[in-house]
Each structure stands twice: as C-alpha cells, then as structure tokens.
C-alpha cells in the first residue's frame, strides 16, 4: 500500500466515513425491513386482521382492515407485490408518491387514516429503503374493498426528503423517529375543529374505533408530571412503547403499536423517549372509555 492511499484513508477515519453504518446508511432492503416492521408499523393498519383483531399468519401485508369513523369509512390496501391486488404494477415513484404525498397512480388520495403527513417527512433514504423492502415480500392475491371519506381530502406537498439527523444528535433523531416515521402525534393528539390539535401535541383524547363498540382514546404522552408521562422513568416508558404496559402496571390497548414497537433498537427507543421529554407539557387528563376499562384493566 503507498504512502498516499494510507494517508488517504486516515483522511477518510478523520472525515467520519469510515465510521461503522448508522442505520440511515446500511443496506437499503434491510433498513426498509426494521422500519416497516419496526417504528413505521405498517402492518398494524395493512395487515389483514381476523375476528379476534389477530393478524392473519402471512397475509402481513395484505390489506383488508376495515377502519371506521365518522370522518371516513377505509380499507387498508394491499401493499404486497401482487399485481392484480397489490402494488405489483405500481412504479418505485408512484409508491414513494403515495407513501409522502397520498396520492394514487390514479390520482387518488389516499388518507387520513394513513399516516400520510408524518411519512410526508420522511427522507429519500428511508422512502426508498421501504419500497425496496416491499418489493421483497410475498405477493398475496388479496381483494380489498373500496374506501370512503366523508370530508374533503388534501394531498401533502412534494416531500422535501430532507436526511434523517445523524443518531448523534439524539434529540434531533428522536424528533425524527417520532414526526416522520413512527406517527405517534397522529394518535396522540386530540382533533380540533379543523383536523389536529397542535396546541395539544400529543396530549392524546383522540377517540379511535377499532371496531363497532369498541371505542377507545389514546393517553397524554406530553412530560405533564400529573396528566401525561413527566414522573415515568425512561424504563416505565421503554416498557410502555415495546411492552404495552403502563408504570401503574395497566394494559395499553390497541390500536398503539406496541407489537412494532418491540422491534426497535435501543439507539431508536432511547432517542424517541429523550425527544418526548422535550416537547411541551400539555395539562389534558384522559379517562379511559368503558371499553378499555372492560378490556385493558
Ligand atoms: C393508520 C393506518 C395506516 C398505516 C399505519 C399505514 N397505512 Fe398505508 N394505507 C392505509 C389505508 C386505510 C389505505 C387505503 C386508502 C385507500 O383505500 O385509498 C392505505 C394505502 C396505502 C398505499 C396505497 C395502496 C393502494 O393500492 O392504494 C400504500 C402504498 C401504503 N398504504 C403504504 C403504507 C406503508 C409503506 C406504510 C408504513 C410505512 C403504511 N402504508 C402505513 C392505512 C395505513
Ligand atoms: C395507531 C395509534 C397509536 C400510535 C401510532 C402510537 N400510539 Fe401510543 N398509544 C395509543 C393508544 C390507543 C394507547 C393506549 C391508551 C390506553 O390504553 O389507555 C397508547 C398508549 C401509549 C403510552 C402509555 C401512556 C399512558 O399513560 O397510558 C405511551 C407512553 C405511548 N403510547 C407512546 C407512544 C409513542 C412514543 C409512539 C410513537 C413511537 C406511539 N405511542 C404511537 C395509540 C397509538
């Protein structure tokens, strides 16, 4: 080896980019892989669901899951590589389109209830890690019923695709994890007259129906000390988000993706729950629906 290549590599270490990978920059298919399967959760919507609210063993992807509210009446779709069903036919492009803006090939939109204007903030790296991720499942042939909305639909912007912070900068990642990928807000946020709370980020109150009668209202995730998670320790937290238990010992209820959830690394959970501590505290107590009482003591 000369002189100069060696110098050229201690320039290179010093530069940062002989670093080992970060999870933004490893093997496309496999990041897309963690992030579906991991904080993006997407079979917690895309899955096709039996009666007991069970995943179908292999039918992950394959759509089918009926959601319900007054502002829409959906079907998640299939997202396998089926042709006929799914989106076999579709272009890497008009994937990513209809991930970060909502929109169909067919000029659809697509949401809400996708959590479109979270993905909407996604980075080219991530968008394209999950689409090639999809590619690479089983096609399932799987119709799915038409969805229906009941308000006016708005397509998101042309997404900026802006690169996740490095995971370094724990706060700045978190806020990523949470904002552009895992749409904890979009659940954890009380509706306003006009869509979403954001004076409310996070303060929960939003009523979700996972099916007829079984009403549930997500809780205050904001540090308020009294109403929120400000006196849980990061351990109480971590347990909540991968386990599904709360610090009193209760059970969290569906739809919160705790399931996912539990596939994240420490670096992504860690980085999450320090970002949670520094968004505002927002006093909103949260009474659970008779529903979850009966059901998630
Ligand atoms: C909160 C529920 C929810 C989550 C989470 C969700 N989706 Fe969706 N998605 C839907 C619904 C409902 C539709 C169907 C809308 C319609 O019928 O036009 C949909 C449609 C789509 C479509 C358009 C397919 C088609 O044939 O119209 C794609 C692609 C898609 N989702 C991908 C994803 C990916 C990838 C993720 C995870 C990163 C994800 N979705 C997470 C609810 C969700
Ligand atoms: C699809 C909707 C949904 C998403 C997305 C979601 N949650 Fe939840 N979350 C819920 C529901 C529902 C509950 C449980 C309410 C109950 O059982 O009282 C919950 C409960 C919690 C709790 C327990 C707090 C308490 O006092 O009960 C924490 C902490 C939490 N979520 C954090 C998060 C974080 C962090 C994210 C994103 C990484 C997230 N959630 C994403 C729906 C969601």
Redesign the pocket.
């Known amino acids: 080896m000369s002189v100069y290549s060696v110098s050229a590599i201690a320039v290179a270490i010093s530069a940062g980019l002989f670093l080992p990978a970060t999870a933004e920059d490893s093997d496309p298919v496999s990041r897309g892989a963690y992030l579906v399967n991991g904080?993006a959760?997407c079979s917690?919507c895309h899955g096709t669901r039996n009666e007991k609210f069970e995943i179908v063993e292999g039918m992950e992807f394959a759509g089918g899951f009926h959601i319900v509210d007054p502002a829409f009446d959906v079907y998640a779709s299939n997202i396998t590589p089926d042709t006929e069903t799914g989106i076999g036919g579709w272009s890497d492009e008009e994937v990513v389109k209809a991930i970060r803006e909502g929109v169909s090939p067919d000029g659809e939109i697509i949401f809400p209830p996708m959590?479109v204007p979270t993905y909407n903030n996604m980075s080219d790296a991530d968008v394209t890690a999950i689409v090639a991720y999809l590619r690479t499942i089983p096609a399932v042939k799987h119709a799915v019923e038409e969805s229906h909305w009941n308000i006016p639909q708005q397509a998101m912007p042309p997404a900026a695709g802006t690169p996740a912070p490095p995971a370094s900068d724990q706060i700045a990642y978190g806020g990523y994890?949470?904002n552009a990928v895992?749409?904890?807000f979009?659940?954890?946020t009380p509706m306003g007259p006009a869509g979403p709370d954001m004076s409310k980020l996070g303060a929960?109150g939003m009523q979700?129906t996972l099916a007829p009668g079984m009403e549930?209202?997500?809780?205050?995730?904001t540090p308020d000390p009294e109403t929120?998670?400000g006196n849980?320790t990061d351990e109480q937290?971590a347990e909540?988000?991968t386990g599904g238990v709360?610090?009193d010992g209760?059970?969290?209820?569906?739809?919160?993706?705790?399931p996912w959830?539990a596939n994240m690394t420490q670096e992504d959970l860690d980085a999450?729950?320090a970002y949670?501590r520094t968004i505002p505290p927002v006093s909103n107590k949260?009474a659970?629906t008779e529903f979850?009482q009966k059901n998630?003591p």
């Open positions: 904080p959760a917690n959590p994890i949470v895992a749409h904890c979009e659940c954890h929960g979700i549930i209202v997500t809780s205050n995730i929120g998670i849980w937290i909540a988000i709360k610090a209760g059970l969290i209820s569906p739809p919160m993706p705790y959830f999450v729950i949670l949260v659970r979850q998630f």
